[in-house]
């Protein structure tokens, strides 16, 4: 067996790692009783160290769809399938995700496992409160399904769970019905933080989807500036006819190389960030957009996690809740524009209340995301200085995108941690899964 | 009516790919056979939701050349027929060991040549009398144009199918049926997992692109990737004066 050098989307950690490849699911059973301990490996999108482990069992040749109920909308399908296949095949029958990250390319196995959210989590909540049921494979090599009803500790383990409670061979989601592949979409220029606030809160009845992009490199009086996209799947007056329904197409470009230290730096990205923010001239535009550039509008272009240059980054999210949100959310943003550390991508939303899973990330607050490039060499200390505000604040960090976060601090953002862990001895008492995360936080 | 496909081997990273390509972009309905069928559930439930065809799946051994008599009949099933033979099957195994144990000797002279001769014989006797346009392809490999070292016993039985293909391919010129040797070159499959140092991977889904498009353009033999050919021109070039002594 071939090793290979592994890494999340961030680029760091890498890791040479066996690569175990999945091809039928009888296969899941002879592995974690011959290689344990191993990692469910999905397609790689996680930031950090949640998806690395020396020994790893590749899903992505279990990528099939198994059922279809075109009545109740609810597919059926192996966990290495990626939302851009499975969306391939549901759009063009009128349903979609009900719930979806910023990019189609994880498993629908990854999602479960980081147990995703969307522009839509005020309002629909996470990818987990749409999965029916999990098909899984134990650490003693017992199949088991198990759903809220049944086995419901091991499911909400499951949910967010990181792939450490057994292998998601196969899972059951349900779908939305949508009558349009397009999406009515408003996007709003604001002029500081306050008055994002006040866009999310005004708007959050009307829209289920919310996202800001922030100017994170803009500070003073116009500290948070943002442009906030709304939308809504377009709705039909007729019956849907075939090219409203249309499935996106294939992505055209590729950064075909790690880019050179000298591209980014802070004039490069300052400028970047006040071209994006002043693309749009006007205060308001209303347009009608494929779901493709609207939820994805960076899987057009294939590898862009190497324009940070071979050192990689880190994507740092975290979560706020609102009652000292908007402090907290300043405190960072003012932190990080007088750094001046390089973020193209700044992305803020407000989030719906917890639920469901026992270390999924989302609770009702603020969160922001950031890609931060590891050229600065005291990026690791600063994050982890702004960790302790986010814990002190009563938020958390998100492990999907997580690579530095210490034991001491993580602790304490997740209070059913000791819960996660009894239903994880229970049915992994041996410690059969597990992450380089996993390791360092205590989770195996 | 769609076009039909059996493909022998099913299980296999190649075989697989074909399938998806022939099911979702050329309309085939497809048999596939292969030892422990019923792992394949899920790749033909896949493909008959995402595709809209019917899959057959066909319990076979290709090792068991006595059963292979009915091998058409089973292919056939009640749909009644078929007009694309693909053979995939074969087994790489452990040069060394063959060296020593005649058992895997056997296992891969006879995986790789007698049983994909017995398999192609039947198909090809019910192929070409069905006075129609049809296919068969056979998966060769650029370890079948020289003898070398390191996997001669598998070059030899892989540069026998090419020899047998070609044969084939002489006897049906006339009959509408058309003959493809695929001569691969090192494929991302399990059967190259466990080697160190390959270089040139390609992935199964390109090797199936190739095939598919050469079929469609009635080439005779391909090497896949295309580069392969040339290596191999090369590779042939050598005096077997000077290659008796290389290391390859």
Known sequence: MAHRITSGWGLHPRLAARVHQVRFPEDLRTLVAAHAPLLAQGNCRSYGDACLAPQVASFLPLNHLLAFDAERGVVHAEAGITLDKLLRFIVPRGWFLPVTPGTKFPTLGGCIAADVHGKNHHREGTFGRYVEELD???????????????????????????????????????????????????????????????VFAETHAQYPYSVAWVDCLASGSRLGRSIVMLGDHEQVAEASSDPLLRAHSSRSLAIPFHFPACTLNRFTVRAFNAAYYHRQWRREVCTRIHYDPFFYPLDVVAHWNRIYGRTGFLQYQFVVPFRDGEAVMTEVLTRIAARGSASFLAVLKTMGAQEGGMLSFPLAGYTLALDLSLRDRGLIPFLRELNQLVVDSGGRNYLAKDAILEREQFEPMYPRLQEFLAVKRHYDPRGAFRSLQSERLGLS | MRPRAVILGARSAIAQALAELLGTEHGYDLVLAARRSDQLRPAAADLTLRAGIRVDLLEYDALDTESAACLVDRARGDVGDFELAIQVFGYLGSQAQAEKDTAELLRIVHTNFTAAAVALNHLAGYLAARQAPGGIIGIGSVAGDRGRRSNYV????????????????????????????????????????????????ASPARVARDIVRAYQRRRDVIYTPWFWRYIMLLIKAIPESRFKHLHL
């Open chain 1, 136 to 198: 899984m494979v134990l650490a003693d090599g017992t199949c088991l399904s198990c759903s809220p009803t049944q086995h419901g500790d091991l499911f909400w383990a499951t949910i967010g769970g990181m792939g450490l409670t057994g292998f998601i061979y196969a899972a059951r989601l349900r779908l939305r019905p949508i009558q349009s592949a397009f999406i009515a979409m408003r996007a709003l220029r604001t002029a500081n933080f306050a008055e994002t606030c006040r």
């Open chain 2, 154 to 201: 598998y070059g030899a039985a892989k540069g026998a199918l090419a020899l047998y293909l070609q044969g084939l391919r002489n006897r049906l010129a006339g009959s509408g049926v058309h003959v493809l040797t695929v001569k691969p070159g090192f494929v991302d499959t399990p059967m190259t997992a466990e080697l160190e140092g390959l270089f040139l991977l």
